[in-house]
């Protein structure tokens, strides 16, 4: 039974949401989606606090340059740690205009990400 306040439904609908185009990761919200002390890390990147990526976020626009589908699947609460939500991304993009100095290829090839 999970002590955490937010029903594990109710868990897996806020990720959608956020993941959601309406809300795209705090991109089109300002951030409000994002808790104040929100840490984004990865393998090369990071810690960035919230502001710091917002900021990074500005600086380009992947969705100005690829035709992206997310392909967002298998979302599920984890049993242990039940205010944490998994889930699969099978990412396909079609370059469709120029990109930190990329010109998109003639090419009817989706890139898998």
Same mark, same amino acid.
Request: glycine letters at 4%; charged letters at 15%; hydrophobic letters at 45%.
């Given at each position: 039974?999970? %002590?955490?306040? =937010?029903s594990a439904d109710d868990l897996l609908l806020r990720a959608k949401e956020i993941l959601s185009d309406e809300i795209d990761l705090g991109t089109k919200d300002g951030?409000?989606?994002?808790? &104040? &002390?929100?840490?984004? =890390?990865?393998a090369v990147v990071g810690p960035l606090p919230k502001d710091e990526y917002l900021d990074a976020l500005k %600086?380009? %626009?992947?969705? &100005?340059?690829? &035709? =992206?589908?997310?392909n967002?699947?298998?979302?599920?609460v984890d049993p242990l740690q039940t205010n944490r939500v998994w889930f699969f991304s099978r990412?396909?993009?079609?370059? =469709?205009?120029p990109f930190l100095g990329a010109e998109p290829e003639d090419t009817k090839d989706d890139l898998v990400l």
């Open positions: 039974q999970s %002590s955490f306040p =937010i951030g409000a989606c994002l808790a &104040d &002390d929100f840490e984004f =890390i990865a %600086s380009f %626009s992947l969705k &100005d340059s690829f &035709d =992206i589908t997310p967002f699947y298998g979302f599920t990412q396909t993009a079609k370059h =469709i205009a």
